[in-house]
């Protein structure tokens, strides 16, 4: 009975309890309007703004010819959403061309047990409105 009680004890704990997404991830996309690009994610979690299997992270998307794209995102468990803007020069994200954009992505671990992840964005003013596909895996 007490091995029982023990087991069902770590599998709540386990189940409220995320996964930490922080990371570099290697990237390879495809976006509407660009095409086939390449870029890094950087996520780092927020543990004063981070509770059971709710995280927040600081995200920055390296892209080589683009630029830094700066944001954040909000997880529960192995799903996240995440906001992102190109900043300009004058301090304003996302300026005169609207590149910002929201992601949704879902992590899993690989067959190698890196983690990874899937997103898909929206840039509803990039371009008259633009979407994409990034996979990413955790070096």
Same mark, same amino acid.
């Given at each position: 009975?007490? !091995? ?5 004890? !770590?599998?709540? #704990? /386990?189940?409220?309890? %995320? ?6 991830? &290697? !990237?390879?996309?495809? &976006?509407?309007?660009?095409?086939? $690009? /390449?870029?890094? @994610? ?14 927040? $992270?600081?995200?920055?998307?390296? @892209?080589?010819?683009?630029?830094? $794209?700066?944001?954040?995102? *909000? %997880?529960?468990?192995?799903? *996240?959403?995440?906001?992102? *803007? ?10 005169? /061309?609207?590149?910002?954009? /929201? ?5 899993? +671990? ?7 992840? =899937? +997103?898909?964005?929206?840039?509803? *003013?990039?371009?008259?409105?633009? #979407?994409? @596909?990034?996979? !990413? @895996? =955790? =070096?």
């Amino acid at each position: 009975m007490k !091995c029982l009680a023990t087991l069902l004890m !770590c599998l709540i #704990t /386990t189940s409220v309890y %995320a996964l930490d997404l922080s990371g570099v991830y &290697d !990237c390879r996309g495809e &976006d509407a309007h660009e095409g086939e $690009y /390449t870029g890094i @994610v950087t996520m780092k979690l927020r543990k004063e703004h981070s509770k059971g299997a709710d995280s927040s $992270y600081d995200f920055q998307l390296e @892209v080589p010819n683009y630029g830094i $794209y700066k944001g954040h995102a *909000a %997880a529960h468990g192995m799903h *996240a959403a995440m906001h992102f *803007a190109l900043p300009m020069e004058n301090g304003e994200y996302g300026g005169k /061309t609207g590149d910002f954009g /929201t992601g949704i992505a879902e992590f899993k +671990k690989g067959t190698d047990g890196r983690l990874m992840f =899937r +997103k898909f964005y929206f840039e509803p *003013a990039f371009k008259g409105g633009n #979407t994409g @596909v990034e996979e !990413c @895996v =955790r =070096r």
